[in-house]
T-cell receptor
């Protein structure tokens, strides 16, 4: 069954540094994969999604993710972190009609 | 995407009472879902809200505790019944839009519930 694993419940980066949030998936078929962001006291916002059209997916706020079948990974990156990127990030995979979420990674931005 | 609203945005309730949460969407949707996010946790699917029929519940969730209605394509309610402090969570509705974006779920802002 499809699932995702997020490595690291907390990640800290300095402002201006590279952001890398890791997500590995397990799926026997080509998956639909998503990254969502949850800012403090808010709901979830879709950052980007992979639906097999292109392996490098660009999302909002300068984020992108690369689908690597050989590594079963869908890591989220941003070249230069901004203080406003501090939030909880969830990787997710579609399983039938349902979206299955990872445990989340809280991103801290250090001044 | 779509504009999804939830009411109330937050509430503090007493043990043993019930709270009904509303979810309204401004577009035609194919599917609506209800999730729970316990403090510091990820999202767990409670049920799929089916229009005109009983909701489909996930393992560990039952209709008596979380009755759901979906009278039309753009509106659904979730009731948290006979609440206990363990029900303190964020409750979120999500939708899939009719049309080309059907594989994506969009989320409402959530309802923050504290049970005393």
């Amino acid at each position: 069954a499809q699932s995702v694993t997020q490595l690291g419940s907390h990640v800290s980066v300095s402002e201006g540094a590279l952001v890398l949030l890791r997500c590995n998936y397990s799926s026997s078929v080509p998956p639909y994969l998503f990254w969502y962001v949850q800012y403090p006291n808010q709901g979830l916002q879709l950052l980007l999604k992979y639906t097999s059209a292109a392996t490098l997916v660009k999302g909002i706020n300068g984020f992108e993710a690369e689908f690597k079948k050989s590594e079963t990974s869908f890591h989220l990156t941003k070249p230069s972190a901004h203080m406003s990127d501090a939030a909880e990030y969830f990787c997710a995979v579609r399983r039938g009609d349902k979206i299955i979420f990872g445990k989340g990674t809280r991103l801290h931005i250090l001044p | 995407s779509a504009v999804i609203s939830q009411k109330p945005s937050r509430d503090i309730c007493q043990r043993g009472t019930s709270l009904t949460i509303q979810c309204q969407v401004d577009s035609q949707v194919t599917m609506m879902f209800w999730y729970r996010q316990q403090p510091g946790q990820s999202l767990t699917l409670i049920a799929t809200a089916n229009q005109g029929s009983e909701a489909t519940y996930e393992s560990g969730f039952v209709i008596d505790k979380f009755p759901i209605s979906r009278p039309n394509l753009t509106f659904s309610t979730l009731t948290v019944s006979n609440m206990s402090p363990e029900d303190s969570s964020i409750y979120l509705c999500s939708v899939e839009l009719a049309g080309a974006l059907q594989e994506t779920q969009y989320f409402g802002p959530g309802t923050r519930l504290l049970v005393l």
